[in-house]
């Protein structure tokens, strides 16, 4: 084999590894909901997202993780940000089949404050 063989396969095997470590929500069968846990209560809590603030229930059967880890409710910490796979019913409520809790906030749900767009933009010249 030559050389741009060789890299390119010890490339590919690296990326194709890089999943292993990585816990990607896409993964998981079912639409994700991502957004910052806002309030947490003994079997729901609530999921701020960019198209508003979800209730979500739970119960014994919901499967929470961390990462790799399989975990419990108490992982459920107000400020984190988690993503919910379920079923949403009629009253907008959002009951979880798996709470992925741990990943990393989107673009979408971090919104700069507005003093800091405007410190951006004043301090921005030509």
Request: no cysteine; proline share 4%; glycine share 8%.
């Amino acid at each position: 084999m030559n050389r741009l063989t060789i890299t390119t396969l010890v490339t590919l095997a690296l990326l194709a590894s890089a999943g292993v470590w990585a816990h990607d929500a896409k993964l998981h069968k079912g639409k994700v909901i991502e957004g910052e846990i806002t309030s947490v209560g003994v079997d729901s809590f609530e999921l701020k997202t960019p198209a508003g603030t979800i209730k979500v229930a739970f119960s014994s059967k919901t499967k929470f993780e961390h990462g790799k880890d399989t975990v419990d409710k108490s992982h459920l910490v107000k400020g984190d940000h988690a993503g919910v796979i379920g079923t949403k019913l009629p009253t907008g409520e959002l009951v979880a089949k798996e709470v992925l809790l741990g990943l990393p906030a989107s673009k979408e749900s971090v919104a700069p404050k507005p003093d800091q767009a405007t410190k951006k933009n004043a301090d921005h010249k030509h």
